[in-house]
């Protein structure tokens, strides 16, 4: 038995095993283009490495797109037949694979949560734990998974950097945004490719509407997150959120076109952004030309298996945005079935109280039911973090409630969803520009 680098107890044949390991969890706390390789190598090297297996479930899953998962499932299937005796922390990260193969975020990251309350140094562990958290829209645990185990770990730590820009992630969408600002800065100055924490910072910008701040903190930092890792496409999006905000429509619209617009290659991570951007566009009454179709007709292939309710609102808004209305509305049927049909597991237990609604309403926005758009949303509105995602993201269903309502005639609620939009976001533009348009002025 071998602990490596970061914190993790490992049986592996060869040192050459340890170091493959080493470089997969590098890069994933990096969010690098070639974790996924690198994890492949580790277990080219040997097969039966356990938290290596386990690690190509968290990047099948995690990615949120269904394609990846039943190979892995299989390979996943065969390792656990032939694998021998586990460390406590290998079993808890196989243990946690499984669960996330079965379908259960939850119970998959308490496992993850007990492992790094044992050993507070398995990077692994709490990087993969903080993404669960993520989707499952756990702000709570997104901050205290990660502020629980930082006192074992120091600035001698050579992934201490990626610890804090967690935490600053944790911290922001628990609301202490300045604090979490300079925890992200903190977490620049030690490694400037912890891009992580680059888009942590630029969430704090986004909740205080300092977007001036948030558009020269990403022009400043891109040479540090504008190249090959995972994140590089959504920073972009968050850049054109403070383009927005700051009424730069047509350059929002025109970095849509040279860094968002996804094709059939792109990830289904990239063709959200998308969708979120376009949609918000859409509400503020831009002109887009084809780009809306161009986008549908990416999302059919990736609506075949039901996996992620996120993931289908914003399929739905791509069809609706297209004017096409079928397509939509075959999803939200196809996954009403699937709500029936299907077993436990955490998507269908959100699709059910969160996605389904959510779909509904923004198929009845498309189709100018406004009022049966709000009486939708309305009642769900404080739970749509279930379904995962951040403030940020989940800001664009807010918006569509709010512009439901004042198009529906229903002013009392409209004014009571601008209220409470203030409370969280109290320098937000969109806030004055509602309130002026509810004044009639």
């Not at 406004?370 to 918006?399: C, K, N, T």
Request: hydrophobic fraction near 45%.
């Amino acid at each position: 038995m071998r602990q490596d680098q970061h914190g993790i107890s490992v049986h592996a044949a060869t040192a050459a095993a340890v170091e493959q390991l080493d470089g997969a969890v590098d890069s994933l706390l990096h969010f690098r283009l070639d974790v996924g390789e690198r994890s492949e190598r580790v277990v080219t090297e040997d097969p039966l490495q356990p938290t290596a297996n386990a690690m190509r479930v968290y990047l099948a899953v995690l990615s949120t797109d269904p394609q990846y998962v039943p190979p892995i499932a299989a390979k996943f299937a065969e390792f656990r037949q032939r694998v021998g005796d586990l460390t406590d922390g290998e079993r808890l990260h196989v243990e946690a694979a499984a669960r996330l193969l079965d379908g259960d975020l939850h119970a998959a990251g308490a496992l993850l949560a007990d492992l790094a309350a044992e050993q507070p140094r398995d990077a692994l562990a709490l990087a993969v734990g903080h993404q669960i958290d993520f989707l499952t829209g756990n702000a709570t645990s997104l901050r205290d998974r990660i502020g629980g185990a930082l006192p074992a770990w120091s600035t001698a730590d050579p992934h201490y950097a990626n610890l804090l820009g967690m935490y600053a992630f944790g911290l922001e969408e628990c609301g202490h945004w300045e604090l979490a600002e300079q925890t992200g800065l903190r977490s620049m100055e030690l490694d400037a490719a912890d891009v992580w924490s680059v888009h942590a910072v630029g969430h704090t910008h986004e909740m205080r509407a300092t977007y001036n701040d948030g558009i020269a903190m990403l022009d400043r930092r891109r040479p540090d997150w504008d190249q090959g890792n995972l994140l590089r496409v959504h920073i972009w999006w968050h850049y054109c959120l403070f383009l927005l905000e700051a009424g730069r429509y047509r350059e929002a619209l025109d970095l849509y076109d040279e860094r968002l617009a996804p094709t059939e290659e792109s990830t289904i991570t990239e063709a959200v952004n998308a969708a979120s951007l376009m949609w918000r566009l859409h509400l503020l009454g831009e002109a887009v030309g084809d780009r809306w179709a161009k986008l549908a007709a990416t999302w059919p292939p990736r609506m075949a298996v039901p996996f992620n309710a996120f993931n289908d609102m914003h399929a739905v808004m791509s069809y609706v945005g297209a004017g096409e209305d079928n397509l939509a509305a075959d999803l939200v049927a196809d996954r009403r079935r699937y709500v029936a049909e299907a077993g436990p597991a955490t998507n269908v237990a959100t699709t059910a109280r969160v996605g389904l609604p959510i779909c509904e309403a923004l198929l009845a926005f498309g189709r100018g039911r406004y009022a049966e758009a709000v009486d939708l949303l309305w009642p769900i509105r404080r739970h749509v973090h279930e379904f995962g995602g951040s403030h940020a993201q989940r800001d664009v269903m807010q918006r569509t409630l709010v512009e439901a309502a004042i198009r529906a005639g229903r002013t009392a609620q409209a004014r009571t969803l601008v209220g409470e939009r203030i409370s969280v976001r109290p320098d937000s533009p969109y806030n004055q520009l509602k309130l002026r348009q509810l004044d009639g002025s």
